[in-house]
């Protein structure tokens, strides 16, 4: 998958993903990644890991849109979580617990 971040975007929340690991790769800009209470900054042109179960967010760095390329593995139904997310709030925290196994919310 790949996914563009405009300047200022602030990315999703906090969250993580407990059955699934995800690889990626910076493309344009630079991510600013969080990962626990680490924050760090990865340029175009590198990538990075985050581990099952490891509490993440992620966003553009500075003022530039980025964009990253992502693969999670096992896929599972990430697809499905991602193309069938309602326009509600209310709608996407029930959407959100439906898919449990993919993604859930986390706090630092």
């Not at 990253?68 to 996407?92: G, H």
């Amino acid at each position: 998958m790949e996914q563009a971040y405009e300047a200022g975007d602030t990315g999703p929340p906090p969250h993580f993903h407990p059955s699934q690991d995800e690889h990626f790769e910076v493309l344009e800009g630079a991510i600013a990644l969080k990962i626990g209470h680490e924050r760090s900054t990865v340029p175009a042109g590198e990538s990075f890991d985050i581990p099952r179960g490891t509490v993440h967010t992620m966003g553009p760095a500075g003022d530039e849109p980025a964009r990253v390329r992502w693969e999670v593995r096992p896929a599972l139904r990430t697809e499905q979580f991602l193309t069938e997310m309602p326009e509600s709030f209310d709608e996407r925290l029930a959407h959100v617990q439906r898919y449990a196994a993919e993604f859930r919310l986390a706090g630092f």
